[in-house]
């Protein structure tokens, strides 16, 4: 019964090599969120979509880009990943944007070698 | 733009006894905050959500309060049991929720 799906759990790749971050939700909820969490640090928001609306934190570097075909995936595609871009990957919904609890995945621990 | 202090970055306490965490943040106060538990290796789970016009909210062995003239939350765990040993996020809104670095507990029976 997972609600917020992540996938690959781990995933590996080279510097400079783009990869693709992927999540699911079976919550029908409107808003979607890409945090980056690295170790014991505060998870930090990248952009959200409510619905199709695009909304990106001003300080997320242009290496980041996300992509929100419909209203059960979203997608974080980095570039061209650099070694500090190694981090868990965090993907969240929640039902509005105000008030409103978050239901995070599981997370994809990303490598970058 | 808002901060969020989570002060202790770990507390270590004996089973049976109550926890204690502190949240603080710099700006305004927010119309609500919450709090989060984290294991190792794992998203964020919802804990409870405390509105600025309440002063205190429970859950079973949980209890958080909201103080807006100190910029303060405090978030309880009575009865500690080994199992309740996870990170501790507080949270608030801005643009979307933003975390702090969180709090790791760490109970010893």
């Known amino acids: 019964d997972a609600m917020v799906i992540q996938n690959p759990r781990y995933q590996v790749t080279q510097f400079g090599k783009p990869v693709t971050l992927s999540c699911s939700q079976t919550?029908?909820?409107?808003?979607m969120y890409w945090y980056q969490q690295k170790s014991s640090q505060a998870p930090k928001l990248l952009f959200h979509y409510y619905d199709k609306d695009f909304n990106n934190e001003a300080d997320t570097p242009d290496n980041f880009q996300s992509r929100r075909p419909n209203t059960s995936f979203c997608f974080l595609d980095i570039r061209s990943p650099g070694l500090g871009d190694a981090a868990m990957y965090l993907c969240a919904t929640s039902r509005g944007t105000r008030t409103e609890k978050l239901f995070f995945g599981s997370g994809t621990q990303l490598s970058v070698l | 733009s808002q901060k969020i202090e989570q002060n202790s970055e770990a507390l270590n306490i004996q089973e049976g006894k109550t926890a204690t965490l502190t949240c603080n943040y710099t700006n305004y106060s927010p119309a609500y905050l919450q709090w989060y538990r984290q294991d190792p290796g794992r998203g964020p789970v919802f804990l409870l959500l405390?509105?600025?016009?309440?002063k205190e909210k429970r859950k079973e062995r949980l209890k958080v309060t909201f103080d807006t003239t100190l910029k303060q939350s405090l978030f309880h765990i009575t009865a500690s049991q080994p199992a309740d040993s996870a990170t501790y996020l507080c949270a608030l809104q801005e643009t979307a929720l933003i975390f702090g670095k969180g709090t790791t507990l760490s109970v010893s029976s």
């Open positions: 405390i509105r600025e016009n309440e």
């Open positions: 919550l029908n909820h409107n808003v």
